[in-house]
């Protein structure tokens, strides 16, 4: 028996003990209980869960693009994929449907947000509070869902959002994250 596949063995049963104690507190999450998300293991893959936003601030327009929506896409669809390394790595998260513009979600349903990079991200977050930072990061940056596109073809796809959050990564890596103003809230 090689050191290498007990310490392989070793990792991927800590990634796994992670992600289910992930899954084990948003099923105990008020948040979760009352609907302000939904997940849902994809595929059967532990590693792969779609999440669904289904409400962020009231008073925001976004909630009211949201509640515009048939009722059966009433929500933000984010895709998960855990990292290799994880919880000592961020996942990456992305915007499936629907489109959106602003609210820092860029080309490819990328998310430009410092904590889902390495530099930002520790691995005492959870990911109920990735979120809830999310929605209200979407918010904050004004997020609207665009209601002028064709229905048969979605903009987002998982390697144009990967490309994308990489360059935006090593961007923000060389210059370095902004700080909007204390007043900009």
């Known amino acids: 028996r090689s050191s290498l ?13 992670g992600i289910m104690k992930e899954l084990k507190l948003i099923y105990k999450s008020s948040s979760y209980k009352t609907g302000v998300y939904s997940i849902q293991v994809n595929d059967d893959n532990l590693y792969k869960w779609d ?11 976004l909630m009211t693009d949201i509640s515009k929506l048939p009722a059966e896409s009433q929500h933000i ?16 998260v992305r915007v499936i449907r629907p489109e959106i513009m602003g609210g820092y979600v860029m080309s490819g349903g990328a998310i430009c947000m410092e904590v889902l990079t390495n ?18 990061t979407l918010v904050k940056g004004n997020a609207r869902i665009r209601t002028n596109i064709t229905k048969s073809k979605n903009p987002y796809t998982f390697e144009l959002a990967l490309y994308t959050f990489r360059a935006l990564s090593e961007n923000h890596q060389e210059n370095g994250w902004v700080t909007p103003p204390q007043e900009e809230g």
């Open 119 to 136: 530099q930002g991200w520790s691995s005492a977050y959870s990911i109920e509070s990735l979120i809830l930072q999310i929605s209200a």
């Open 5 to 17: 596949s007990y310490f392989s063995k070793q990792w991927y049963q800590r990634r796994v003990r």
């Open 51 to 61: 999440i669904f936003l289904k409400k962020v601030d009231p008073d925001s327009q």
């Open 77 to 92: 669809h984010l895709g998960v994929i855990f990292a290799e390394d994880f919880p000592f790595a961020p996942p990456f």
